[in-house]
């Protein structure tokens, strides 16, 4: 989802309508929306890993909560994180919520998401409507930027209410959110506002891009030690970077030498 690797990534078109663009370099496939912005990219012999940064952290949740029963997303783009979760975590079931049909279609025809079953189902519809219909979920995942901004209908104290209502007792949302968005720090705070402060962000590796947690009770392993440990093991099942989560949540958390504490973010990067 930047716009900077929209133009480095820019190869030849495979598919334009709608809207929508799929292009094709060096081996990766991107998806765009409207824009040069890469709202997806996925390598053609790694189908299901998570080739952008910030899809792989938005898996850093599973520092602080075990993977989930039941998962709803909210955005398809390419289904990077659709398809990660449905090779890599057998025991969740996902709903996936996407406003436009044409972008489920071009995920299925280019990106590889796997057919409709029992652990994957996709509605076409507004996340924001939708919502208030959840319910049990241990998991929400929304990442529902176009080539521009955050759909408005997401971005209201509304809609964080009812998905921390929908939340199962242990529930966590993830939520992508872009730091140069001139609403960042009204989005964030809306959040924070929404979960009583039981939120921690992660900037991914990659500048521009953030990941807040906001947790419908407050985690239990937030010292540096039990995130250090619970992070190696994550690595070894999962190929993903934890350790470096870990020590990346330093830069917008309130913490000290023993770990993080909830509830004192700092937007600036």
């Known amino acids: 989802m930047f716009g900077v690797l929209g133009r480095i990534w820019g190869g030849p078109l495979l598919f334009r309508g709608d809207g929508i663009e799929v292009r094709e370099r060096q081996g990766v496939r991107t998806l765009h929306l409207d824009s040069d912005t890469v709202q997806s990219a996925m390598r053609i ?17 599973l520092l602080f909560a075990p993977p989930p029963r039941s ?10 994180l659709a398809k990660f979760i449905y090779r890599f975590m057998p025991e969740t079931r996902l709903h996936v919520v996407e406003i436009k049909r044409e972008v489920i279609d071009v995920a299925h025809r280019f990106f590889a998401l796997p057919s409709e079953g029992a652990r994957l189902s996709i509605a076409i519809g507004d996340g924001a409507r939708l919502i208030g219909q959840q319910k049990n979920r241990d998991l929400m995942l929304i990442d529902a930027y176009d080539g521009r901004s955050l759909a408005a209908s997401l971005a209201t104290e509304a809609f964080f209410r009812a998905a921390r209502s929908a939340l199962s007792k242990l529930g966590v949302l993830v939520m992508n959110l872009w730091s140069n968005d001139h609403a960042f720090d009204r989005n964030l705070q809306t959040i924070e506002h929404a979960f009583d402060g039981r939120c921690l962000c992660l900037p991914a590796e990659r500048p521009g891009n953030v990941i807040v947690f906001a947790f419908a009770v407050a985690p239990e392993r937030l010292g540096w030690m039990e995130l250090r440990e619970h992070a190696a093991g994550l690595q070894q099942r999962f190929g993903l970077e934890f350790p470096r989560f870990v020590e990346r949540l330093r830069a917008m958390n309130a913490c000290d030498t023993s770990g993080l504490r909830l509830g004192a973010m700092d937007s600036r990067d």
């Open 45 to 61: 012999n790694q189908p299901d890993a998570l080739e952008l940064s910030y899809t792989r952290a938005m898996m850093a949740f």
């Open 71 to 80: 998962a709803l997303l909210v955005g398809l783009g390419g289904g990077s």
